[in-house]
């Protein structure tokens, strides 16, 4: 078996369900490329543990590979970008992602620090072709509880001000337990759209409202912004597509899969107000206490297919609900993203 498996059910939902639906170029605005050489620690507990169960790594071949087996007769482009955490060193993931880029030709951005200066910053992303900025909440100074991280714990004004001053690509995954909805994850974002509008701002996973009462009333409140786009990245929740759509516009909402962990063969429900994925028993090893995750066996774990193949197809029924075309179909797929990274000018 190669990087992993196509069943006859995933061959079957690609023709018939997504092949017509795609167009021929894509662009995932969302990936994360990283090699198992660097991979010194485990996750600190501010990150969620399943995704690192489903694949030890993610070389910029592998996941040129994983298109090619997922998407047969299209031609797919991905913005990378490292994983990291605490305790790794920075400088060394962001150095392969640079590499990867070069070497594939593959738009990166930078996986920055808070502590790390504008003119810093500069330097690398302009000397290292970077398009703009990644972070994560687990770089938050480590003496403040997770529930109470912001954005700019990890994502500085100063920094964003660079970003906004270069017209970087700013690529947000927010923090905190009330996700899209948490009021001040919806102040603060409302912060960002005013004072930051030349930042090409992507509010990562549409804020990582898995589940409508993720959301609150933030698509109410954030329906006045000009500025924000939205990925859908490992979101398979058709609500929120389609409330993302309705409220921003088939300009503002972009793909992104999130890869490598939507290779991962599942099928996401709710349960008790939290997201659970049903995986096979044993395909990604023990998954005892693991949260988020269920195993199933025999027939039922058979009609399991692609957690992005889920994604996709949430999407596909968002777009018909709301009745956009196919060139609105084609924007969120590939000319926002190519709109916004044709944008990123380094002198």
Not at 15 to 44: A, G, Q, R, W
Request: hydrophobic share 35%; charged share 30%; aromatic share 10%.
């Amino acid at each position: 078996m190669g990087l992993f498996e196509v069943k006859d059910i995933d061959k079957k939902i690609y023709e018939k369900e997504l092949f017509d639906f795609l167009p021929d170029k894509m662009i995932d605005i969302h990936t994360h490329v990283h090699s198992k050489k660097n991979k010194k620690t485990k996750n600190t507990d501010r990150q969620v543990l399943w995704p690192s169960l489903v694949a030890e790594e993610n070389t910029g071949e592998q996941l040129a590979e994983t298109y090619r087996l997922m998407f047969p007769g299209k031609k797919v482009t991905p913005l990378i970008f490292t994983t990291a955490n605490r305790n790794e060193d920075y400088k060394v993931t962001n150095s392969y992602v640079a590499a990867e880029s070069k070497k594939l030709e593959f738009p990166a951005l930078y996986f920055s620090m808070p502590w790390e200066k504008g003119r810093q910053l500069e330097h690398k992303c302009k000397s290292g072709k970077f398009l703009g900025l990644k972070s994560y909440l687990s770089f938050a100074k480590e003496d403040k509880p997770e529930a109470e991280i912001e954005i700019f714990d990890f994502f500085p004004r100063l920094q964003l001000e660079t970003a906004n001053q270069n017209g970087w690509i700013v690529m947000l995954h927010i923090p905190r337990h009330g996700r899209l909805g948490d009021p001040v994850n919806l102040r603060q974002l409302l912060d960002i759209d005013e004072r930051y509008p030349n930042a090409k701002v992507i509010v990562a996973h549409i804020g990582r409202a898995y589940l409508d009462s993720d959301a609150g009333d933030a698509f109410n409140v954030l329906s006045g912004t000009k500025n924000l786009m939205f990925d859908f990245s490992a979101n398979t929740n058709e609500n929120m597509m389609y409330l993302a759509l309705k409220t921003f516009g088939s300009d503002r909402v972009m793909f992104g899969s999130d890869l490598p962990i939507t290779r991962m063969r599942t099928k996401r429900i709710i349960r008790n107000n939290t997201y659970v994925n049903l995986v096979p028993k044993g395909l990604y090893g023990d998954m005892t206490g693991v949260p988020h995750m269920e195993e199933i066996s025999g027939a039922e774990a058979e009609t399991l297919t692609y957690f992005l193949y889920e994604e996709l197809l949430s999407f596909k029924r968002a777009a018909i609900k709301l009745g956009i075309d196919k060139n609105e179909a084609k924007a969120v797929l590939h000319d926002n993203a190519k709109r916004i990274i044709s944008g990123v000018k380094h002198d």
